[in-house]
């Protein structure tokens, strides 16, 4: 009663003020008016606070969540490979593992040439390992060259990819050959060395002509007819005589500063890897030869070419093929 007096009391006032008589108001609609509001939906009292901030969340968490997923995903792909067509499956591991490896060695090349440019330093100041690096990495990229412009032309990738399948040992560089393949085309290649042995064995015969040194020239002798030469650069000869000259000049000159800086590193420091690779480089056959064999040999070749001066690369180049073949560890 006392609200539908007030009621009528503010109608009577607002009625007085707009030039009317008192107005009455009913009480259902004053019931109406004053009625508890209505609860809220169940749904609504279940909904998480969260669902309302999801176009504020976190873009690192977003990012992290798809790259799990990307992960699982793509691990049971590799799975199902596995299992069902090994072959492709290692090939696929292959590249994926190769992609990744020239990605990285490409980013560690980058840091060096900007330490380099930073330093104001020259190829041959650098650190053994970097030295090695920088090397390995230009000739890699002189092989993909051809790859690369084959790529060009419209849908050609397609017929670059048959070749590649067809002939990884001369399109594909090293990062993508199989462990069986590094084996395999590595004693191809050392192969391809031995092929000149009877135009070096007569080259050395005519120059000990020329030596004064009775007993050393008979020795020279009996080394070229009972021992066997094998090349250790692999240069193609289809080039000019001139140009041929200043590659091999400007190889073993190189492959000299890379000994002094192995023999300031210490060839104990580096890794079995290392060490038959650089015995291979320097023309030693080592894909037969155990860690240590190959350590030993590279101790007495770093030894002699740094002995050696930059205007003996001649003799150098020569004292490495005898190393390389006269080696009685050496297992062809």
Not at 44 to 57: E, F, G, I, V, Y
Not at 67 to 73: M, N, P
Not at 242 to 247: E, G
């Amino acid at each position: 009663m006392a609200l539908s007096r007030l009621g009528c009391c503010r109608g009577g006032l607002h009625g007085g003020l707009l030039g009317v008589g008192p107005v009455t108001v009913p009480a259902s609609c004053l019931r109406r008016v004053l009625r508890a509001p209505e609860p809220a939906p169940a749904w609504r009292a279940l909904r998480h606070p969260a669902c309302c901030l999801s176009t504020k969340t976190n873009p690192k968490a977003l990012l992290a969540a798809v790259i799990s997923q990307f992960k699982y995903a793509n691990g049971k792909y590799e799975s199902f490979l596995e299992r069902t067509f090994p072959r492709f499956y290692l090939l696929y591991s292959t590249f994926l593992k190769g992609f990744r490896t020239l990605f990285s060695e490409a980013k560690e090349i980058r840091r060096i040439k900007l330490n380099m440019s930073l330093q104001k330093i020259d190829f041959h100041q650098l650190p053994y390992r970097e030295m090695e690096r920088l090397r390995q990495f230009r000739r890699d990229l002189i092989k993909a060259i051809p790859i690369g412009l084959l790529s060009l032309p419209p849908f050609a990738n397609y017929f670059v990819f048959l070749l590649m399948y067809l002939f990884p040992r001369q399109l594909l560089i090293r990062h993508f050959w199989t462990p069986k393949q590094q084996s395999e085309f590595l004693n191809i290649y050392h192969g391809m060395r031995r092929e000149v042995y009877p135009e070096l064995i007569d080259g050395l015969e005519q120059v000990t002509r020329f030596v004064a040194d009775q007993q050393l020239r008979s020795q020279m002798q009996e080394l070229c007819t009972q021992k066997a030469l094998s090349r250790i650069l692999f240069l193609t000869p289809h080039l000019p005589i001139f140009f041929l000259r200043y590659r091999l000049r400007s190889h073993m000159l190189e492959l000299q500063h890379l000994d002094r800086a192995m023999l300031k590193l210490g060839v104990s420091e580096l890794t079995e890897e290392e060490v038959k690779m650089a015995c291979y480089v320097r023309g030693l056959n080592s894909t037969h030869l155990s860690p240590s064999e190959c350590q030993k040999w590279l101790k007495q070749w770093v030894k002699l070419s740094c002995e050696l001066k930059d205007s003996e690369v001649s003799l150098l180049a020569h004292s490495m093929v005898l190393m390389s073949t006269n080696y009685l560890g050496a297992k062809e």
